[in-house]
Antibody, heavy 124, light 106 residues
Framework: QVELVESGGGVVQPGRSLRLSCTTS????????MHWVRQAPGKGPEWLAV????????DYADSVKGRFTISRDNSKNTVHLQMTSLRADDTAFYYC?????????????????WGPGTLVTVSS | DIQMTQSPSSLSASVGDRVTITCRAS??????LNWYQQTPGRAPKVLVY???TLQSGVPSRFSGSGSGPEFTLTISSLQPDDFATYFC?????????FGQGTKLEI
């Protein structure tokens, strides 16, 4: 079955960097775009970034543009999120998410598989 | 950015009740609207996608309706497992925004 597992979270000081990884299995990774979504305690989820199936295109939320970089390694079925210049408001659970296209539609999709999340705490 | 506004933010109900949660988009999103359920300590789980299509394995007491900009999620007869937090999410354009959530409590 489809499995996504995030790693790399932890406690980090403001201004420092952290790299999250998401290891996947159970599906043809190279055929899917992949997303990162985060959720601060007690808040709704916040979409952060997407990378196309072949890595050719990337898009980011304004809140992380210029600070976070999404990348992937299709030979290792892994997607990464490099986070720099971390701030206290980046504290959240970070989820790796696989989208699923709606049948018969080229553009409609939903998030059908989520990892368990990894907690990032930015604090001095 | 497209803003997603859910109402109510919290709701008290009893087993067997029928409940409706509303989500309004700040602009037209056609039917690019998905609903998720989240229980404490777990990742969200999709219930309904494309506004009205029930995800495989989701009980038929859940249903979604509407088209941009207003959508509803209805639970026809609440069961104990349904007490959770529900989020809507638009998949029309980036950033793919979520509603702030509706917490369904006993």
């Amino acid at each position: 079955q489809v499995e996504l597992v995030e790693s790399g979270g932890g406690v980090v000081q403001p201004g420092r960097s952290l790299r999250l990884s998401c290891t996947t299995s159970g599906f043809t990774f190279s055929s899917f775009g992949m997303h990162w979504v985060r959720q601060a305690p007690g808040k709704g989820p916040e979409w952060l970034a997407v990378i196309w199936y072949d890595g050719s295109k990337k898009d980011y939320a304004d809140s992380v543009k210029g600070r976070f970089t999404i990348s992937r390694d299709n030979s290792k079925n892994t997607v990464h999120l490099q986070m720099t210049s971390l701030r206290a408001d980046d504290t959240a659970f970070y989820y790796c998410v696989r989208p699923m296209a709606v049948a018969g539609s080229a553009f409609k999709f939903y998030f059908d598989s989520w990892g368990p999340g990894t907690l990032v705490t930015v604090s001095s | 950015d497209i803003q997603m506004t859910q109402s109510p933010s919290s709701l008290s109900a009893s087993v067997g009740d029928r409940v409706t949660i509303t989500c309004r988009a700040s602009q037209s999103i056609s039917n690019n609207l998905n609903w998720y359920q989240q229980t404490p300590g777990r990742a969200p789980k999709v219930l309904v996608y494309a506004a009205s299509t029930l995800q495989s394995g989701v009980p038929s007491r859940f249903s979604g309706s509407g088209s941009g900009p207003e959508f509803t999620l209805t639970i026809s007869s609440l069961q104990p497992d349904d007490f959770a937090t529900y989020f809507c999410q638009q998949s029309y354009s980036t950033p793919y925004t979520f509603g702030q959530g509706t917490k369904l409590e006993i």
